[in-house]
């Protein structure tokens, strides 16, 4: 019997004996407006069991037809990760009875994946390089969900009843798996991270699907084994499931490994089991064994026809992938001309779309930022919301840097007049209008202004006049004040000097 923590070997003694070996395997689920073999919603977040059709239902005669959407971006994330595809691929039943899944088979690929052999280059913490080698790409389908009624935590454990929501049941899923990934030694657990934060980056940036971690839309199962420094044979693996989070695939490649060694150092075998990850502690907890493919009886669904992929079709695909995420954020970086750490700042203030968007619409990069990582980075803060939700657009941004540009408004000036956009007062235009904020042009009514300031103010004067010209300060301080501050200081400046030239 173990305790909540298992007892851990120390992560520089692990590092003594044993080199580490990884796999991932990330299930993506793809945003296709339906499912991958029937027309229901794949919507997520609808009342439970209303996205079905007797195709997820799994009812009898029904038949499934392939999603064309699905097999293009299949492909799409094939040649992102440099795979080759499959002229034709084959969809498989991998039989296994669970109750969110009615038809008793989950529908996949098996030998004939639509895309294999391919690799992705992540960017380590200090700016490396690694490689990480692709197996496969796989289509397959998703699961219903389970709700389990009367445990704990939700919890099948002591449940008294479980719901069958089919929601989700067809939704489409491509699997991704790396081969072994060795060498990485002490790395181990940071070239895990890197490597699932690349891919969520890039099938974001593909605009495949929204990869969030934290609501199963990516799902990691991350594969460890430990092989004595020297050995040529992998250790057994252990597979850990229910990551959540960037943070907690770091932290079960760690644990695993650790653990794994310390088992070994009292003797014990390791089990190929599936493990889970528990994000209260950053343990992994014991699972079941895990089953082989044969246990699967896997065969070609007879439903199905092959998918092919004609070259034409792939070519015309390969021609809409976007530069990838960190190679544009690499050049972005360097035609801004900013370092490492006011990138990463703008970065982790979500604020590189908005500044990409707002210099697209005409300011330079210097003054979109300004706005973006301060100011409004600073309302976002206050309201705890992201950037990207607040209610200003980046082309009214760029038009109140035009506005500043123009004259028309100071730098004062334009803080109240997004201030008013972000109330809901109306675009950047209509709140200029309505609070009265542009710059008085007219240099009638300003000229008054610096007459009365100057009038009101004689021992003022006088010491201008003595040579001590610092004190036309106070003046432009009573002119801003009369004119409620939409007079343009430089020009008030101007006036004062000339008037006291006199
Ligand atoms: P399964 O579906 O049974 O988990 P997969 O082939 O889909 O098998 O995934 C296994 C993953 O584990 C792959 O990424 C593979 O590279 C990796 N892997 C295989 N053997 C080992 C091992 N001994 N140690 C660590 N990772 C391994
Ligand atoms: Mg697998």
Partial sequence: MTTAFDELMDYDDVLEQYEPVMGMEVHVELATETKMFSTSSARFGAEPNSHVDPVSLGLPGALPVVNAKGVEWAIKIGLALNCSIAESSRFARKNYFYPDQPKNYQISQYNEPIAYDGYLDVILDDGTEWRVEIERAHMEEDTGKLTHIGGTDGRIHGATSSLVDCNRAGVPLIEIVTKPIIGAGRRAPEVARAYVAALRDLVKALGVSDARMDQGSMRVDSNVSLKPIGATEFGTRTETKNINSLRSVYQAVRYEMQRQAQVLADGGTIIQETRHYQETDGTTTKGRPKETAEDYRYFNDPDLPPVIAPREWVEEIRATLPELPWVRKARIQQEWGISDAEMRDIVNAGALEPIIATVAAGTTSGEARSWWVSYLAQKANQQGIEL?????????????????????????????????????????????????LEVVRDDGAIEAAVDEAIAANPDIV?????????????????????????????????????????
Avoid: S
């Fill in 388 to 436: 990207d939700q607040l209610p200003i657009t980046p082309t009214q941004v760029a038009h109140v840097v035009e506005l500043i540009k123009a004259g028309k408004l100071t730098n004062k000036l334009a803080r109240q007049a997004v201030d008013g956009v972000l109330a809901g007062e109306g675009d950047v235009d209509e709140v200029v209008a309505a609070r009265g």
């Fill in 462 to 502: 006088a010491k201008y006049r003595a040579g001590n010209t610092k004190v036309a300060g106070a003046i432009v301080g009573q002119v801003m004040k009369a004119t409620r501050g939409k007079a343009d200081p430089g020009q008030v400046n101007k006036l004062i000097a000339a008037k006291l030239a006199e």
